[in-house]
């Protein structure tokens, strides 16, 4: 007759339960996994997947029974952990669709908007436009694959039952706060174009008073808007992979 004890059911249960809670966290907070247009039970089998995968190689797991209140309290600072990583390259996403934002209200668009699922909110039409092309790029530049690698590189870094230092925090929240300067590059381009398109229809209504500035302008602004966005697209890639690798270190540096 097989007898098994609490002791061996606690190790049993840690060794995919500690795991799992980093992961869930990880890939609920992540972009691309974390979409609410992912069903909850793809992200929780996916998880469940990648904690039977990765359990055999972590190690030693603490000693604490996982209903403890130890055990409870480790089960929380992996979702801290796992939620800090996802962030750290959901920023990236956030910074593209601020871009957006700004080049559609400079071009006039501020109006059309869509209802963007990921954020529960009306997003205008660029910011979700280029949230769509951040996407698919990531896909394509295997992203997803990168994030599941830093995922099980920090099982080695940050072991199970060790607490995030002081200074982990504070990268976070420096790269979070970057998500302003990386905006405003992504649109700078389109924003100088229309900042001079602007100022030359001021000078133009100077000149000529009867001319319908609405009825000019709009179209004009539009036109140049669109037209120096898709002449930056084949530099929006490049930049969006040295955001993700960035994204990556700064998830990699999370101790």
Same mark, same amino acid.
């Given at each position: 007759?097989?007898s098994i *004890?609490?002791?061996? #059911?606690?190790?049993?249960l840690a060794?995919l339960?500690y795991?799992l809670a980093?992961i869930l966290?990880m890939?609920?907070s992540?972009p691309? !996994?974390?979409?609410?247009q992912? =069903?909850a ?7 469940v997947?990648l ?5 055999p *190689?972590?190690?030693e797991m603490?000693p604490?029974?996982v ?6 309290? %480790?089960m929380?600072?992996q979702?801290i952990i796992g939620?800090?990583?996802? !962030?750290?390259l959901?920023i990236?996403?956030?910074a593209?669709e601020m871009?957006?934002e700004? %080049? ?5 668009l ?7 699922p990921m954020n ?18 990531f896909?394509a530049? &295997?992203?997803?694959?990168?994030i599941?690698s830093?995922?099980a590189e ?5 072991p199970?039952?060790s *607490?995030?230092?002081?200074s982990g ?6 790269w979070?706060?970057s998500? !302003?300067a990386?905006?405003l590059q ?9 900042l001079i398109t &602007?100022?030359a ?6 000149a000529a008073p009867?001319?319908n500035l609405f009825a000019?302008g709009? =179209?004009?602004?539009l036109?140049?808007? !669109? ?9 929006f890639? =490049?930049? #969006?992979d ?12 999370i101790r």
């Amino acid at each position: 007759m097989i007898s098994i *004890t609490s002791a061996q #059911l606690d190790a049993w249960l840690a060794v995919l339960i500690y795991p799992l809670a980093r992961i869930l966290a990880m890939l609920a907070s992540a972009p691309v !996994f974390g979409n609410k247009q992912v =069903p909850a039970r793809v992200k929780i089998g996916l998880s469940v997947l990648l904690a039977i995968i990765i359990a055999p *190689t972590i190690g030693e797991m603490p000693p604490v029974a996982v209903g403890s209140p130890q055990g409870l309290l %480790i089960m929380v600072q992996q979702i801290i952990i796992g939620i800090t990583m996802g !962030f750290s390259l959901r920023i990236i996403f956030t910074a593209v669709e601020m871009a957006g934002e700004l %080049i559609g209200l400079q071009m006039g668009l501020g109006f059309a908007s869509f209802y963007d699922p990921m954020n529960a909110s009306f997003t205008p039409i660029i910011a979700r436009w280029l949230g769509m092309i951040a996407a698919l790029a990531f896909l394509a530049m &295997n992203g997803h694959l990168q994030i599941l690698s830093a995922l099980a590189e920090s099982f080695r870094t940050l072991p199970i039952g060790s *607490t995030m230092s002081g200074s982990g925090y504070d990268g976070v929240a420096r790269w979070g706060g970057s998500i !302003f300067a990386y905006a405003l590059q992504i649109s700078l381009p389109v924003l100088a174009a229309l900042l001079i398109t &602007n100022i030359a229809l001021a000078i133009l209504t100077r000149a000529a008073p009867q001319l319908n500035l609405f009825a000019v302008g709009f =179209p004009i602004t539009l036109s140049i808007g !669109f037209l120096v966005l898709s002449m930056s697209m084949p530099y929006f890639v =490049p930049l #969006l992979d040295r955001l993700v690798q960035e994204g990556l270190g700064a998830m990699s540096h999370i101790r």
